[in-house]
């Protein structure tokens, strides 16, 4: 059923907004243990019932009877329903939430190695879906594994890596792209795994410019065909990232480079520099010494292209300072006494307790 309509109908106020979970909450929960199942739900969204007067706006006509039904459950695609899942699965396993981690109707059980206590949430966990009526898919349900995919990366117990089913083909393209469309779609996968390719601004610069190109072959140079070709390299070779521990001192090193391509701005053709502002962040431990827990880039459009290096050196490290606030979940928060120590490369921006 096509519900664009209903959506467009339905008071933003009213509808449910209980966020999803980002991948990085998932990788910094999820870690710390090494055994992992994964549930899925079957048609979980039909498993709602839609409210009896609400259901004539959920109304349909088979084209061949001419007979007209009303869906009395929940069907796919109205826009709250990603929200309303989330927060009743949320709260099914509220007092599992050590051990439990759900992303809409995948629902991971993950724990220490000890398979006995694995087992024992596994089988709390599907006692009480079934107690809610909630059907599971078996063929798409896996059990005490050492790695899981979700959402589009591999978690594991070393870290969260890209899954490889999704880059699989990456050396099989053509990097030279045939259209404005082509390129679109491949900066869009590109980026969704930017955190794990450091300084990729600057691989991705020249095919920013020419993105929106009526015609793209007439505009494409060698210096395109490089870039896209160092792209596919770094994808397949992506890092694993590691999970912060914060016990320990956490690594910011920064640096900013003005990116070579301009923009037009506005009617006036005013130019306006893209400052690209690349960092990467490392945790020091004993186990895991220096290894890399995220890398990151931040746009800051200024109109001042002679903003100092410094400032711009600060503002990544500012930025940077939030990455570990405190989680939204009251259930989770818990006093956190970590540093974070800048490294970077001006004499001006040395702070106490930082190196340079």
């Not at 259901?55 to 069907?75: C, E, I, N, V, W």
């Not at 995948?106 to 079934?130: F, N, P, S, W």
Request: glycine share 2%; aromatic share 6%; net charge neutral.
């Amino acid at each position: 059923m096509d519900c664009r309509l209903v959506n467009s109908a339905l008071d933003p106020a009213k509808s449910d907004r209980f966020p999803l979970p980002l991948i990085s909450e998932l990788h910094r929960k999820m870690s710390k243990h090494s055994i992992y199942t994964i549930i899925d739900l079957s048609q979980c969204f039909h498993s709602f019932e839609i409210h009896y007067s609400s259901r004539k706006f959920l109304s349909f006509t088979d084209p061949t009877t001419g007979q007209q039904y009303m869906h009395s459950k929940a069907p796919m695609g109205l826009t709250p329903l990603s929200s309303f899942v989330q927060r009743q699965l949320t709260n099914l396993f509220a007092d599992l939430n050590d051990v439990t981690t759900n992303f809409i109707d995948d629902i991971a059980v993950h724990t220490e190695a000890d398979m006995a206590t694995h087992i024992k949430y596994v089988k709390i966990v599907i006692d009480r879906l079934t107690k809610a009526n909630l059907t599971i898919n078996v063929a798409k349900t896996h059990l005490a594994q050492k790695s899981i995919n979700i959402l589009g990366f591999c978690l594991s117990e070393k870290g969260l890596a890209v899954d490889q089913r999704k880059v699989s083909n990456i050396l099989d393209w053509n990097p030279v792209c045939q259209n404005s469309k082509e390129l679109a779609s491949r900066l869009g996968l590109i980026n969704f795994f930017r955190s794990h390719l450091p300084c990729l601004s600057q691989l991705t610069a020249p095919l920013d410019a020419i993105k929106i190109a009526p015609d793209i072959t007439k505009v494409w140079t060698e210096d395109h065909t490089i870039a896209m070709k160092k792209i596919q390299q770094l994808m397949v070779n992506a890092p694993v990232l590691s999970a912060p521990d914060m016990a320990h001192d956490i690594h910011l090193v920064t640096d900013s480079s003005a990116d070579s391509s301009f923009i037009e701005s506005d009617s006036n053709k005013k130019l306006k520099l893209s400052i690209e502002l690349e960092s990467k962040i490392a945790n020091t431990n004993a186990a895991k010494a220096n290894e890399p827990i995220i890398s990151s880039e931040k746009k800051e459009n200024d109109h001042n292209e002679n903003k100092a290096s410094t400032d711009q050196d600060l503002f990544i490290y500012a930025s940077h300072l939030d990455i570990y606030e405190q989680p939204k979940d009251e259930s989770e928060k818990k006093t956190l006494l970590f540093r974070i120590l800048p490294r970077l490369d001006h004499v001006a921006l040395k702070i106490h307790g930082g190196s340079c």
